[in-house]
């Protein structure tokens, strides 16, 4: 299954809302996962099942959809939320990541 | 607290053979899915393996099937990533990840990786 994520990247200010989308070549149901990466450190797992947030995560990270089009959200950006976000499917092996949209201030 | 420790890389030569560990700690072990995950310098992530909780489910990437073989010893609390016939293309840091519990697998809490260049 590839996944598509646009755009690849983003500009953003400080306070600003943004939206990523990725979509799945094929039917995934919900089995979506999003990630956060900052150069140099390993990702950090944000959401899962599409729009639960992992432990610890804050609200103002969102995530919808379903089928092959799904959304992730950020409100209120804050310096720290600039970084790469990854989607990845989980529903049929071989899991697979989309290229990844880096969020720029 | 979850704790993923990746050991294991280094400089390796075409064609040749690199075993990766993942020292795990925090959690139950045995009860848990554990994957590997990697990134090429400057790239995205790639999926690479998942090994189901007892151990007799493993899933690859194409890129490695046939070549990488996952296991894990559950009395050392410990997953293996066994690489052999090595490319140029496999150069990557390899993070390991503990999955949720379930049917259903994603990366959960990561490691810091071990990084593994493939070079002649």
């Known amino acids: 299954i590839q996944m598509t994520q646009s755009p690849s990247s983003l500009s953003a200010s400080v306070g600003d809302s943004v939206t990523i989308t990725c979509r799945a070549s094929?039917?995934?149901?919900?089995?979506l996962a999003w990630f956060q990466q900052t150069p140099g450190k390993a990702p950090k797992s944000l959401i899962y099942?599409?729009?639960n947030l992992q432990s610890g995560v804050p609200s103002k990270f969102s995530g919808s959809g379903s089928g092959t089009t799904f959304t992730l959200t950020i409100s209120s950006l804050q310096p720290e939320d600039f970084a790469t976000y990854y989607c990845?499917?989980?529903?049929?092996?071989?899991?697979?990541f989309g290229h990844g949209t880096r969020l720029e201030i | 607290q979850v704790q993923l420790v990746e050991s294991g890389g280094g400089v390796v030569q075409p064609g040749r053979s690199l075993r990766l560990s993942c020292a795990a700690s925090?959690?139950?072990?045995?009860?848990?899915?554990m994957h590997w995950v990697r990134q090429a310098p400057g790239k995205g992530l790639e999926w690479v393996s998942v090994i189901s909780y007892d151990g007799n489910d493993k899933y690859y990437a194409d890129s490695v099937k046939g070549r990488f073989t996952i296991s894990r010893d559950d009395s050392k609390s410990t997953l293996f990533l066994q690489m052999n016939s090595l490319r140029d293309d496999d150069t990557a840091i390899y993070y390991c990840?503990?999955?949720?519990?379930?049917?259903?697998?994603?990366?959960?809490?990561w490691g810091q990786g071990t990084l593994v260049t493939v070079s002649s």
């Open positions: 094929q039917d995934i149901d919900y089995y």
């Open positions: 990845q499917q989980y529903d049929t092996y071989p899991h697979t």
């Open positions: 925090g959690f139950t072990f045995h009860h848990y899915a």
């Open positions: 099942d599409t729009s």
């Open positions: 990840a503990r999955g949720p519990l379930g049917r259903y697998q994603f990366p959960v809490y």
